[in-house]
C-alpha cells in the first residue's frame, strides 16, 4: 500500500486522533493526581488562612464576647476606634516609636555585620554562630531572660553598671526607659534575619565592579556606599517591608517583659497589647477585630507603596 493509499483510507489520521485521545485522558489523570496532591494544602489554607481572615472582618462589624450571641453594629466599632477611643492615639504613637526604634537600629547594624561577614574577617564563623542564636531561641523564653537580665535590683545589666559607678537604671519601671527596653530587645532578635538576607544579596554583586572601583581610587566606605548599597536595594526593600510588619505585629516579648497593661504609665501600649486587651480583658472581640484590619490596611499601604517605588527604581535602571 502506497502513501496516498494510506491517507485515502484515513489510517494514519485515526491513529493521529487515538495517540491524542491518549495525550488528553493521560493530562487529565495528572491533573486529578495535581488536585489530590495540592487539596490537603488548600484545605490548609482555607482553615488556618481564608476563615480567619473572613471570620475577622465578620466581627470587626459586630459585638460579640464570645461566649454570648453576636450582634451587628455596622461601622460603629470602626468609628469608635478612630474618633473616641483615646487609648488608640496612645498604641499609634508608641507603635511609631517602637517600630523606629526597632527599625533604624536593625538596618544600620545588620548592613555592617553582613558587609563584614561578606568580606571574610577572621573569625568569621565563631561570629556568625553568635550572631545567628537570637533565631533559635523561642520570643517568650527570650523576653523572660532579658527580663531578668533588665530588673532594677538584681539584674545583670544594672549590676554591671554599679560595678562601673553608675546608677541603677530603671529599664522597665520608668515609662520611657521600658520603651528602650523593648526596642533593644526586638533589634537583638531581628539582626541574624536582616544580616542573613543582606549578606545573600551582598554576595550576588560582581566582584569586577569593586576590582573596577579600586583602580579608580575608590575606599571602601564609598564602594559600599556607590556599589554594594544600590545594588542591594530589592533585598534592603525586603528587610524594610519585613521588619515594619513585625514591629507593628509586635506583642509576646512586649507582654511578657512590660505586662498585658501596658507598661509603666502605657508607655509599651501598642497595637498588640491593645487587641490582646480588648479582645480577653474587656470582652470585646469585634472592638478587637476592627483594630486588627485598620492595621492590616494601613501595612498594606505602605507594602504596596514599597513595591511600587521598588518596580519604579527598577525600570528606571
Known sequence: MTSTDKIATGKPAASDAAKGRHRSESAKRQARAAGLFIAPNLLAVAAFLVFPLGF???LSFHEWDM????RFTGLRNFRELLTAD???????RNTVVY???TLIPT?????????ALNRGVRGTGFFRTVMFLPLAISSVVMAVIWRFLFDTNNGLLNTMLGRIGLGPVPWLVEPRWAMVSVCLVSVWKSIPFATVVLLAAMQGVPQDLYEAAKIDGAGAIRRFVSITVPLIRGALSFVLVVSIIDAVQAFDQ????TGGHGGP???TYVFGIMIFQNAFAFGDAGYAAAIAWVIFVVLLVLTLTQLWFARKNSTEQ
Do not use: H, N, R, W
Request: net charge negative.
Open 86 to 92: 483615646p487609648l488608640f492615639a496612645i498604641a499609634l
Open 107 to 115: 538596618i544600620s547594624i545588620s548592613l555592617v555585620v553582613a558587609a
Open 99 to 101: 517600630t523606629l526604634g
Open 265 to 267: 504609665e502605657t508607655g
Open 67 to 70: 461566649f454570648g450571641p453576636v
Open 56 to 58: 475577622s472582618l465578620y
Open 254 to 257: 512586649i507582654y511578657v517583659l
